[in-house]
């Protein structure tokens, strides 16, 4: 099993960055897929980024492309999640979460069923 504890978020202006971490547990770090999903106020926990075993692979959702960037230090059992030219409609909890590869066998997961194990959430305020 993995432990995970996300950190990083706060009250950012539009346009302003903020780069969340994502500290996790456990020996094997290096064989769990490894994700970002955020929770709107009154929404549903949604997908942001993912990232395969190694970090060569990420998969982004269209309305973050070009301004998140997911990454991973296995040496340091660490995901992070850097992101830039923040918008008021990216304020929401933010949850690392992560997955076993051995699971199902994908580089990438992007479901949030896909999920079993997630961080508390960090919450991330982008003021207009």
């Known amino acids: 099993q993995v432990q995970l504890v996300d950190s990083g978020g706060g009250l950012v202006q539009a346009g302003g960055s903020l780069r969340l971490s994502c500290a996790t547990s456990?020996?094997?770090?290096?064989?769990?897929?490894m994700g970002w999903f955020r929770q709107p106020p009154g929404k549903e926990r949604e997908f942001v980024a993912a990232i395969n075993w190694d970090g060569s692979s990420a998969r982004y959702t269209d309305s973050v492309k070009g301004r998140f960037t997911i990454s991973r230090d296995n040496a340091n059992n660490m995901v992070y999640l850097q992101m830039n030219s923040l918008k008021p409609e990216d304020t929401a909890v933010y949850y690392c979460a992560a997955e076993p590869l051995s699971t199902y066998y994908k580089n990438i997961y992007s479901l949030r069923s896909e999920y079993h194990y997630w961080g508390q959430g960090t919450q991330v305020t982008v003021s207009s």
């Open positions: 456990g020996r094997t770090f290096d064989t769990y897929a």
